[in-house]
């Protein structure tokens, strides 16, 4: 029941995919352990291991309650297709290497009535020497806007009126979104009791590439939103980097932000609201 006695809101959710074979399983087995009523779509980036494969034994299992479709394209372009597929109102956003705690959707419900947008605790598993790091936080009117969509509400009505994510963004379209949704006047609801557990990048290479485009993601947010470093919290970004793992990722982060900076003349962002929510109803 929620919180008022009322029976659990049915809930849509909504996670996009590509090479997770080795996630995906534990994942599904997490999210049909959640409290109904709920769905699941989603959507697979054309993986080239057996993601498909797998997506495809659960949707034969669970018609009910479970729908798989392929569409190429960026992770935006793969979560607008998921929330236009969706039947729910209320919208609740993961990823393949992820895994979610029993009671996360019942928290992710509990948010949803207090704000129209509701973040989760992302707990990192796996390599510590990865996994202890903390997120390089943005705040925008007193609002943490850097959650991310591997554990991320939103309610269908404020996404769409949003333009949903921009399918422009290589990485970061999570924080414009939520950037997007601040500027409106709506307060990220908070809910630490909605635990999603999230794994570490598995080597250093990997690690590096990771950050490498979260620095080039940062860049394509500030060609659309205007000059951000004034809304971070600069003191706490340089006093975290305690170890060399740590100066490493800031590091790649900064290659990346400068690729960005002296590549991307003739193809920047503008601050021009994110397209449409896409739907091609033969591909799916």
Known sequence: MGSSGAPPAFVSIVLTVRDEQAHLERLLES?????????IVLVDAHSRDRTWAISQQFEHAHPLIYRGVQRRGSRGIGRNLGVALARAELIAFTDGDCFADSGWLDAIRAGF???????????????AQYGLLERVELFQRGNDV??????????????????????????????????RAVE?????????????YHQVRANLVRFLYQAFWNGYGRKQLTEKHGALWGHYRLRRLVTN????????????????????????????????????????????
């Open 146 to 179: 850097t959650y991310p969509s591997c554990n991320l509400g939103y309610r269908r009505g404020l996404f769409l009126r949003l333009g949903g994510f921009d399918p422009r963004f290589i990485t970061a379209e999570d924080i414009d979104l939520n950037l």
């Open 31 to 39: 999210l049909l352990s959640q409290t109904p009523p709920f769905e």
């Open 241 to 284: 980097q305690r170890t060399l793992t740590a100066w490493f990722r800031l590091v790649g982060a900064l290659l990346g932000y400068g690729v960005r900076v002296f590549t991307g003349f003739g193809r920047r962002l503008d601050s021009a609201p994110a397209p449409a929510p896409e739907f091609d109803a033969a591909s799916a």
């Open 184 to 196: 409106t006047g709506v307060s990220i609801r908070y809910e630490p009791d909605a635990r999603v």
């Open 113 to 127: 009535e207090h704000s129209d947008v509701v973040a989760g605790r992302t707990v990192a598993v796996g390599s």
